[in-house]
């Protein structure tokens, strides 16, 4: 049973523009959930965290968004930069932590 | 600081072969795991650590074994290598508070089972 799920295997965005990045979850019991970056031939990299008690985490040019009701948190790229090209996971649990499939995401200049 | 090393890079097992994949870390983690990620998906967990001496089961632990025998380590065991067990596998570790729980994971090691 996939508990996260990325429904999106890619998106392409243009520099500058919003990146918009989702995923869904079905155990109501997680709580606490991540993003997190990847490149090949390297291992994941931490974005930004959000727990269960809060809707919303803003670092920079990441925010990550969580809808509870809906079991779905979202992270949002303001503005796109080619270097945000990458393999995007989220992951949600509390002591272990479930991955997505990821979203491969691809910022044009 | 290291972070999470994982040893070796790369391997390539015989079916019925053993090997062990080893993992450390130097930031006194109380937390690590073991994933796998097969072309074109996501991690998958096999096995987790909470604190030395303890192991949890993940989501795939079939086939895998390991033992946390102190917090700095976390080794991963294949018996008896199946051509199904060909991925990359993942370390990671991590400080578990209440509210946070934020995985570093080393480079990873790709292993092909012919």
């Known amino acids: 049973d996939q508990q996260v799920k990325q429904n999106s295997p890619s998106l392409s965005v243009q520099e500058g523009r919003i990146s918009i990045l989702n995923c869904d979850y079905t155990?109501?019991?997680?709580?606490?959930f991540l993003w997190y970056k990847k490149y090949p031939a390297e291992g994941p990299t931490f974005l930004i965290s959000?727990?269960?008690?809060?809707d919303k985490n803003e670092d920079g040019r990441f925010t990550v968004f969580l809808n509870k009701s809906a079991k779905h948190l979202s992270l949002h790229i303001v503005p796109s930069q080619p270097g945000d090209s990458a393999v995007y996971f989220c992951?949600?649990?509390?002591?272990?932590?479930?991955f997505g499939a990821g979203t491969r995401l691809t910022v044009k200049p | 600081n290291a972070g999470v090393t994982q040893t070796p890079k790369f391997r390539i097992l015989k079916i019925g072969q053993s090997m062990t994949l080893q993992c450390t870390q130097d930031?006194?983690?109380?937390?690590m795991y073991w994933y796998r990620q097969d072309p074109g998906m996501g991690l998958k967990l096999i096995y987790y650590?909470?604190?030395?001496?303890?192991?949890d089961k993940g989501e795939v632990p079939n086939g895998y074994n390991v033992s946390r025998s102190t917090t700095e380590d976390f080794p991963l065991r294949l018996e008896l290598a199946a051509p199904s067990q060909t991925s990359v596998y993942f370390c990671?570790?991590?400080?578990?508070?209440?509210?946070?729980?934020?995985?570093?994971f080393g480079a990873g090691t790709r292993l092909s089972v012919l």
């Open positions: 990671a570790s991590s400080y578990r508070e209440r509210d946070k729980n934020i995985q570093y």
């Open positions: 155990n109501s019991m997680f709580d606490y």
């Open positions: 959000i727990s269960s008690i809060k």
């Open positions: 992951a949600a649990g509390g002591n272990d932590m479930r």
């Open positions: 930031m006194n983690h109380n937390y």
């Open positions: 650590s909470v604190g030395a001496g303890i192991t």
